[in-house]
């Protein structure tokens, strides 16, 4: 849009992005941290989830009392996050995966099976790389458990539950009961058993277990992190959230400053622009949701995880109606602002040089897409050898608890219209207006944009500030320099493209290939949008001044 500034060749700032994104994962083998965060985010199942659900049933069937033919079964992904974080902020990875990696992962599937008719509801993780069954719990619903069923312990519970420790695989001699002992025995009662040998750091190995009626129906190893990590954990967690929050609101006084603007400017504003943007990105966002369904059922109770997960979904489909109506007045609102700035930040159909702005819009955001994704890797790269930044897997947010996992890269589009609608094109608009200042109009937004993307596993919570502030400030200069359409396309080839990544990297070749795909999928957007404006758009007309000249007059008659 502006003018104002020369910037150095698209070209070689992409060639500068792969240079520098290539030249990391190469040094990140030989650098301790950067190759332990790496290996805590890319846990790969070489278990299909058929095979889990199948392991799962038959230890059901032989040690839960299930007896029904088509039991309701799922299976998700699941991580131990909290003692992932843990080992990490303490060094002590590595050594855990050495010694208990392969008996208690830190990821593994868990197979929920529901009993019909009975309320019945077991959880069971296994393995995803041996289909070992780790641990188990048995619960119910709130309707079933007024039936006073597994009333009672049975006489011979301490024998029941030193057998079921031998049978996984741990010596009961070893074991210490530290609560829940034969004085607080009772229906249903928690015992937990201390390891007096094995313990990680100054977390030390318990089994929790319960036993009703001669059956175990709750069977857990853990290693209870110490208070002072929770605490520390918690008051990231809590900033992490302040920050979301505070985004939050200042993006809502952005809407209903567009909102005011929409009203006063209502017999100038053309209702249809950005119309097909919003239906894109709530359609796309609404589709993701119910794609992510399996990923709602990650964090459930005892008893059926499906109303819980159900319930979440439609709050969350609600949640993005405001948002698509945040995005389509940032759209109306922030046009309406550059307009009178005697700028157009984006062409339309109806505009003869639609097409080939979209064709070059597409390409410069691939030139800056590369050249992000580099600068991007490089601070990954500085954040975890220089100021110990680690991540832990989230099961809400990965690719193996969605249901057709390769619709998962559409959401690159929903992120950058909607983010660059509200955050670049309004709020650079806004902040513009009253600080006059080119800098601060980028740098405010994208703060602001920036808190909100605090709240993924990445600690300290505050590296993600910096980062996802850094990248704001890039699109932003790519926005005031080439306009909106190539901050999208720039913004939709970055999150295309890792999310292409996190496709390909399952193990899946069905996935690879679907993720291989995605890589392109903005360029082959970019093309076929110019390729049919050059077909059914409209045509070039010719100045008019030559459309008004009369027809050339007859030659003058030869004189005699």
Sequence with gaps: MSKRFKEPSLLLLAVIGCLLYFGVNLLSPYMEDAERMEEVTEGVPSVTKEQAAGAALGFAREHLGLTAAEPETIVIYQAVKERSGYLQKERLYDDYQKRFGEKLPLEFYEVEIGEPGTGLTHYIQVNYTNRRIIGWETGRSATARSEGVFSEPAPDAEAVIRKTMADQGYAPDTLALVSGGSDATGPNTLRIYRSKEDSIGSAPLELHVKETRGRITLFRPEFPVPDTFTAWKNAQDDTASLMTWISMGLSTVMTLTAFILVIRGRRDIRFGRGLILTLIFAGVYVLNNFNMLPAFRTEHGSGPSEPQAVFYLWFVNIFVLFMAVSTYLSLLAGRQLW???????WPVWSDASFGDSVRTAMVRGYLFCLFVLGLQQVMFFAAAELFDV?????????????????????MAWAASISEEAVYRLLGIALVLAVTRSRFLAVLLPSIIWAMSHTQYPIYPVYTRLIEVTVIGLIFGYVFLRYGFLTAIFAHAAMDSILMGLSLMITGSSVNTAIGAVYLLVPALAGWLLSWLHARFGPKPKPPRALRELPPDPLPPAPQP
């Design 390 to 410: 680690w991540a832990v897997s989230d099961p809400a947010d990965s690719v193996y608890n969605m249901r057709v996992p390769g619709v998962f890269p559409l």
């Design 339 to 345: 307009l009178r700035r005697g700028l157009n930040p």
